[in-house]
């Protein structure tokens, strides 16, 4: 892995990965950042007086983000009445102008939040934000990635310059700058929602890809294991493109099973059906390449005929889902037709699921969404099916811009999965 210092424009992204960083950034605070490591991370701010509303719009927050592998020793209060718990990781400082990856894309979901009183200023204790994390470590992270590539990201980090570019030989716009805690098994406990950016599914073993440093559900995965005994994880990636680096990750585990739905044809250019795991892992990957197109119709099939079926049968401890919100109609990365009314299905559909397998442990990490709009109204309808609450997708989704879906070629993608599978 090569890292190189440059000092370049922002358009500058050639197919190349960059890191923006600040200067003599140490590792462990860069990991703090970057790897939203294992379930949730959190905005750092004080609470030595009462909470109050977070200020989003009237300026970025500058608050630097740390990662977490451990609650604090204090418990949760009102747990068993509590039905989400969220965090919220802006990482507002981790910006680079132009970049589809916005620094807006976390606080545009937690205005939604806000605005449609789906807070626990709103919601009470239906409702929690997970504050106070202790630092997550970098052996966590080696669990996934090999330690060359974090020792090169500590080296990297102590000789850029401020505003500085690191090049890291690899492939697809990604870049960095500065700025997990596993749930405990409790019987039927709330869903999580890690609110982070950047994402991380494309981030392989050996190295960041596609605007993604490191794997978060893939640490999450491993951390689940190591620290709360929970072997069986199933994965499900809704995400408009392939979760390559996940499935690099645990493409010969026979204990995770990583099931990926995605656009056919879009980056990285992985994730075809024939690929389903290798020696011990084999058929414990499950891809469903989707035609262009596709949207409510097709994801509905694929729940019910493909994911459920495969959930069942691999009898999950934990569902971690990569939830990408680019496959929206709006979105300017993909060309699928998923709509808000598709992200509740899916949030309520796969809460029922956890609750039926595995006890409702269920976390959801955030992964793309680039339309600021769409990503915040399908995040908030997505909260409001944890909530057993009506969607409110009617409200912002337009059927007049859908278009008819190819339902011929994703029922033909979808036979072809059952038959490799024996679904």
Not at 325 to 337: E, S
Request: one cysteine or more.
């Amino acid at each position: 892995m090569e890292f190189r210092i440059l000092q370049q424009s922002p358009s500058c992204y050639a197919g190349n990965v960059f890191c923006l960083v600040q200067p003599r950034l140490r590792i462990r605070k860069f990991l703090s950042w970057a790897s939203t490591n294992t379930t949730f991370l959190q905005k750092i701010c004080s609470r030595n007086e009462p909470r109050r509303k977070t200020q989003y719009r009237s300026e970025v927050n500058r608050a630097a983000v740390l990662c977490s592998t451990s609650l604090n020793d204090s418990p949760l209060p009102h747990y068993d009445n509590v039905k989400i718990i969220y965090s919220v990781a802006a990482a507002t400082g981790h910006n680079q102008e132009s970049h589809p990856e916005s620094h807006l894309r976390v606080p545009a979901i937690a205005n939604a939040l806000e605005d449609m009183e789906l807070t626990p200023k709103f919601q009470g204790t239906n409702v929690f934000e997970l504050q106070n994390y202790k630092p997550a470590s970098v052996d966590d992270i080696v669990s996934v990635h090999s330690k060359s590539y974090v020792a090169g990201l500590e080296k990297a980090m102590d000789r850029a310059s401020q505003d500085g570019l690191i090049l890291i030989e690899g492939s697809g716009p990604t870049y960095a700058t500065a700025t997990v805690n596993a749930s405990k098994t409790y019987k039927n406990p709330p869903i999580g929602f890690a609110l982070i950016r950047p994402p991380g599914h494309h981030a392989v073993p050996k190295g960041p890809m596609g605007f993604c440093v490191f794997g978060n559900v893939a640490i999450a995965a491993r951390y689940a294991q190591r620290v709360h005994g929970l072997k069986r994880v199933f994965i499900i990636d809704f995400d408009a493109h392939h979760g390559n680096g996940t499935s690099d990750a645990f493409y010969d585990d026979s204990d995770i099973f990583f099931l990926s739905t995605h656009q056919d044809g879009s980056y990285p250019g992985t994730g075809k059906i024939d690929e389903v795991g290798r020696g011990d892992g084999e058929g414990t990957t499950l891809n469903i390449p989707l035609p262009g197109g596709s949207g409510d119709y097709a994801m509905k099939m694929v729940f019910d005929e493909v994911v459920v079926p495969c959930a069942q049968r691999f009898k999950p401890d934990i569902i971690l889902v990569s939830a990408g919100y680019d496959a929206h109609v709006l979105d300017p990365l993909a060309n699928l037709q998923f709509t808000t009314g598709t992200y509740y299905m899916l949030a309520s559909n796969i809460k029922q699921l956890a609750k039926e397998l595995c006890d409702g442990r269920c976390v959801f990490f955030l992964e793309g969404g680039y339309n600021l709009e769409s990503l915040s109204y399908s995040v908030a309808d997505s909260f409001r099916a944890f909530l057993d609450e009506p969607s409110l997708a009617s409200k912002f989704d337009n059927p007049a811009i859908l278009y008819e879906e190819p339902s011929k070629r994703f029922k033909q993608v979808i036979q072809k999965v059952k038959q490799i599978h024996s679904l």
